[in-house]
């Protein structure tokens, strides 16, 4: 069952509209869905995936979380992308009883205290706002399964999941893989470092140490990534970095992501609140130099960021230098859009 759980369901807004559409289309048991990549690394490109492929991801999750018939579940995710379409299959392939809410930073904020959800699927930012917003937190502790996806979660957000009652997972996976293909729980007594595969899903890495992936949910077809992993187990790895924004500097391989969450843990004053990341320019000594990027409407005074991660950073891993954007260019999804900030950094040169 699906239900509308705030006050613009009745003028049909876009994202209404796009769960109406997909419900109606899986419920008839159309066998093919037509969507856009999120356009993390590039142009969002159009894919198609069928009805097997989607059943094959409901079944993984709903046995790695213990997903039943009669359980609820909050919709809060576009239905336009896979993410959101993935919630209205599993809950009308489940029995899950569905509230629906127009996507926004607060989701939680439509409902009462009294309720709770047995799995709810959001991005990063709708888990910092449901921490930091005192009756959505209370909501929130009152949930089972969260899962997060669409983004990494930073280093200071998984460290506030620690401070709530449901069990949260990380995500990993992408559009071509119909929805996620890995969890990692981020909080509780034993939180994880590794992503451990759903049932069904068979993966290696290719001579570049990237992760591939088969399984029924790309049908059979090994699909080729660029995300760089390490095997702990058979079926469970850590993730590395993007191949595509690795630099290299002064002949020293840096992985951005890994860069930001050790930048992350030394709670610089000046960076709390605040998204960045670590981006490279052409540098003729060094190859590539890198440099810190911060989200903020104001310029400071750099000196104290750029001399103490000189202290505590490795020689070429320390920034060179950093810019300041108002804004951060991002995905359809909501992902920072990477490339389009090193261009606009490029560009002041």
Known sequence: MLQSADNEWANYPETHQAALRFSRAWLSGQEFFHLQTSGSTGVPKPITVSRWQMLASIRGTAAALQLHSGQSALVCLNPAYIAGMM?????????LQMYLVAPSSRPLAHFTAEMGFDFVAMVPMQLQQSIKNKPDKII??????????GAAMSFELEQQAQQTS???YATFGMSETVSHIA??????NLP?????????????TDERSCLMVKGQVTNHQWIYTNDMVTFIQPDCFRFEGRADFVINSGGVKIFPEQL??????FSLPELHGKRFIITSLP?????????????????KDDTNILAHLKEKLPRFHA???????????????GKINRLAVQRMIGSRL
């Not at 994880?192 to 290696?204: K, M, S």
């Open 260 to 265: 930001e969450q050790q930048i992350a843990q």
């Open 183 to 188: 969890l990692r729980r981020i909080n509780g």
């Open 140 to 149: 929130l502790d009152k949930c089972a399964k969260i899962i997060i996806g």
């Open 283 to 299: 540098n003729e000594r060094l190859g590539n130099r890198v440099v810190l990027a911060i989200e903020s409407a104001s310029i």
């Open 166 to 168: 449901a069990a949260i």
């Open 319 to 333: 920034p060179k230098a950093i810019y300041y954007l108002p804004q951060f260019p991002q995905t359809a999804t």
């Open 192 to 204: 994880e470092t590794a992503y451990r595969l759903l049932p069904g899903i068979t993966a290696q």
């Open 87 to 95: 919630m209205l299959a599993r809950g009308w392939e489940l029995g």
